[in-house]
């Protein structure tokens, strides 16, 4: 394999949620290759009836579980989770109802696959376990 390759890191990204409907999140999904030490954006739109939506991002590496990143919200700067602190970040662009993630300085154990979730906090009795 040539040595670029091995050093490249492959994130995939996908619908955490029924990506139809009122409530929903729009991931461009696949494959995103990038190269280690560089910088990486994986976009997610989201479309939701509620203004103080809470967006979040997970990753889910490979043979583990899905773990939650980070929060955003229109109100506030949110929050990220320490692992994840460094590295990781994102802004909501309520404008553009996008949340995009982006993260640098690429090491190849972030090879996995990114999930976007929405909760929307004002609607009653429809809320998703996550
Ligand atoms: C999100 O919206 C922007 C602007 O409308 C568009 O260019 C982009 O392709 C969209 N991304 C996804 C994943 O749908
Ligand atoms: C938010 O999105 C709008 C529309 O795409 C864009 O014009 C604006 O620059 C964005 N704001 C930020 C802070 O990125």
Known sequence: MAHWLRNTLLILTACYFDCKGEEAVDQQSG???ALEGGLVTLSCNYTTS?????????????????????RRDRYSEGSNSDEFKKRFDSRLNFTSS???????????????????ALRPTVTAGDSVTV
């Open 31 to 33: 494959h995103v290759t």
């Open 50 to 70: 509620s203004p103080s939506s809470n967006l979040f991002w997970y990753v889910q590496l490979p043979r583990d579980s899905p773990q939650y990143v980070l």
């Open 98 to 116: 996008s949340v995009p993630l982006m993260i640098q300085r690429l090491q190849l154990s972030d090879s996995a696959v990114y999930y976007c």
